[in-house]
């Protein structure tokens, strides 16, 4: 079943924190995951701007 963009950002994180205690901040592994979790939140921030952004109304 494929995850939500809300659920795959909470899986991401859990596992961004696991390595990092686990195999330091500066692994490889840790490092990766940090930037699949940067770009999953801008996805989320651009997505969530789209949506309530509001209209514009012509003059």
Do not use: H
């Not at 961004?16 to 692994?27: D, P, T």
Request: proline share 5%; net charge negative.
């Amino acid at each position: 079943m494929p995850f939500s963009l809300e659920e795959e950002i909470e899986f991401v994180r859990k596992q961004l924190i696991r390595s990092a205690e686990q195999e330091g901040l500066a692994s490889k592994e840790t490092i990766e995951l940090s930037k699949k979790l940067d770009f999953l939140l801008n996805k989320y921030s651009v997505a969530l701007d789209a949506y309530t952004e509001p209209k514009l109304k012509p003059l």
